[in-house]
């Protein structure tokens, strides 16, 4: 779990010493950079809330975390193509007043199949919901009558390693943005994937 952790940790360093080479070049009045911003600081925000409670044993509460740091990533490489509109797009995803219609999960399944994420990733991050209502709720006094009902829930490690692919899908969007600006999406990857033993 350290590995992960640092990985994890990792990709904030990265951020925060991408945004302090590009941060003369950036436009308030741009709205692919102010997008990149917002939501690159929220990834890492995320990320960090998500690393406390994997460490201090509730992994399984950082469910919904995975599931925002992945939809940052996601719109974050949606965004940087730079196609037409697709800034304006992305600050209407931002500006939206519900969950529901700012975390669609066909959009999110379509855009990460589209960036080539890791099934066993989007699975942790979209196909967990259940995991997270019904899993490690056997902490009150008779519980245990329930325990049919509940889930084993989702392990630190899984949900570390999620996080960390996830992560770097934002170190990828803000390199593709700035080139050579936010290095190491491919390093981190390939880190996760020796971690998984795969």
Known sequence: MKELLTLVGLVKVRVDAGFSRVGRRLSSSDEADRILMISAARAVSEGNALMVLCREGHGNEALPLLRAVAECALRMRWVCVDAPGRAAAGWLELSAPSWEASWPEPRARERAEAFGVPAWAVEAAMGSAADFAR????????????????????????????????????????????????????????????????
């Open 135 to 198: 899993g490690n709720a056997q902490g009150l006094p008779w519980g245990h009558v329930f325990s049919g009902d509940q889930r084993a829930g989702r392990g630190a490690e899984e949900i570390l390693a999620a996080a960390a692919v996830w992560l770097a899908l934002v170190l990828e969007a803000l390199d593709r943005r700035w080139p050579g600006d936010f290095p190491g999406s491919s390093e981190i990857l390939d880190r996760v994937r020796v971690s998984r033993g795969q």
